[in-house]
């Protein structure tokens, strides 16, 4: 049975940090590109960044300015991301998603993702 279960989320003050994990089971993860998306309430699902199978490569969304950073670990089926200086507007639902590569990782945002986590709720106050 593929999973993937996130983990990590939770209420942090603005300014402060979180690390969310992304745990794969039931299949390789290692042959696909994972992705961290996030969802507001009222707002259609952002894309956060993504990673290549290798880990080489990374790429962001525009409004992230440094802030977070992806990174995955195949000997464990693990993809982590580490969110710093979290503001409220970061408050959102967030997604673990993994896509079989047919393109570079900067055609993450709009690829075709086959599996997605539960997600996990990351809140920010002010």
């Known amino acids: 049975q593929v999973q993937l279960v996130e983990s990590g989320g939770g209420l942090v003050q603005a300014g402060g940090s979180l690390r969310l994990s992304c745990a794969a089971s039931?299949?390789?993860?290692?042959?696909?590109?994972m992705a961290w998306f996030r969802q507001a309430p009222g707002k259609e699902r952002e894309f956060v960044a993504a990673i290549t199978r290798s880990g080489k490569t990374t790429h962001y969304g525009d409004f992230l300015k440094g802030r977070f950073t992806i990174s995955r670990d195949n000997a464990k089926n693990t993809v982590d991301l580490q969110m710093n200086v979290l503001q409220p507007e970061d408050t959102a639902v967030y997604y673990c998603?993994?896509?079989?590569?047919?393109?570079?990782?900067?055609?993450?945002?709009?690829?075709?993702?086959?599996?997605w986590g539960q997600g996990t709720q990351v809140t920010v106050s002010s």
């Open positions: 998603a993994a896509a079989w590569p047919k393109g570079p990782v900067t055609s993450a945002p709009t690829a075709e993702y086959d599996y």
């Open positions: 039931g299949f390789t993860a290692s042959n696909y590109i």
